[in-house]
Structure formats: structure tokens, C-alpha cells
Nanobody, 124 residues
Framework: QVQLVDSGGGLVTAGGSLRLSCVASGRTVSRSCVGWFRQAPGKDREFVAWVNWSGTMSHVDDSLKGRLTISRDNAKNTVYLQMNTLKPEDTAVYYC?????????????????WGQGTQVIVSS
């Protein structure tokens, strides 16, 4: 099993930056793909980014490329989501999620473990 604790959200003005962290624990965390999803008020949860188990491969949703970067430090069991040039439409609850295995996925139904979520609010 994998346990996830995400943090780093907050209130920021448009154009600012935040770095979200997802600390993972559990026997299989080093063999898990970790992703970030977000859910804006009144909207469905959507994919943001994933990083594979080793940190050698990653993918950010096309609509967010250039502003968001995902990375992983397995020595610290932590996955980061660096968010730059934030916009009001980035306001959402951000969740990290994980599934055990060597693959990757943009589909939230493939993820078995979820963090509690961290709120990001971007003011204009």
C-alpha cells in the first residue's frame, strides 16, 4: 500500500508561483507512478501531470505545458509540482495520486491511492 500526503497550496496572485509536494510512504512507493490531478469548483477532476517510478519519464497535460513541471526525489519519497505563471483558472484542489507499477497513466481510474488534496487559489 501507498500513503500520500500532499501540501503546498495557498493563495497567490496571478503570475505567481507555487510548489506542491506529495510525500509518499509505503512498501511499494518506489515502484509507483505518481500523478497530480485537480478539481475546480463545479467541475470534474482532471489530469495535470504524471511522473514514472524512477523519475526518468514524465508528462504534463498539453494545456499546462510550459507553466507546470513535475519531478520526483525518491530519496525523499517526494513528488513535486512546480507551478509558474499561475492564472485564476488554475484555482482548484490539487490531489496527488499513485498506483503500483512500472507504467504511467492520465486516467484517474488507474490510480489506487490518493492524497487528501491541497487548495490552490489564484487571485486576479
Amino acid at each position: 500500500q501507498v500513503q500520500l500526503v500532499d501540501s503546498g497550496g495557498g493563495l497567490v496572485t496571478a503570475g505567481g508561483s507555487l510548489r506542491l509536494s506529495c510525500v509518499a510512504s509505503g512498501r511499494t512507493v518506489s515502484r509507483s507512478c505518481v500523478g497530480w490531478f485537480r478539481q475546480a469548483p463545479g467541475k470534474d477532476r482532471e489530469f495535470v501531470a504524471w511522473v514514472n517510478w524512477s523519475g526518468t519519464m514524465s508528462h504534463v497535460d498539453d494545456s499546462l505545458k510550459g507553466r507546470l513541471t513535475i519531478s520526483r526525489d525518491n530519496a525523499k519519497n517526494t513528488v513535486y509540482l512546480q507551478m509558474n505563471t499561475l492564472k485564476p483558472e488554475d484555482t482548484a484542489v490539487y490531489y496527488c495520486a499513485a498506483f503500483e507499477g512500472w507504467g504511467s497513466s492520465t486516467s484517474q481510474t488507474d490510480y489506487d491511492y490518493w492524497g487528501q488534496g491541497t487548495q490552490v487559489i489564484v487571485s486576479s
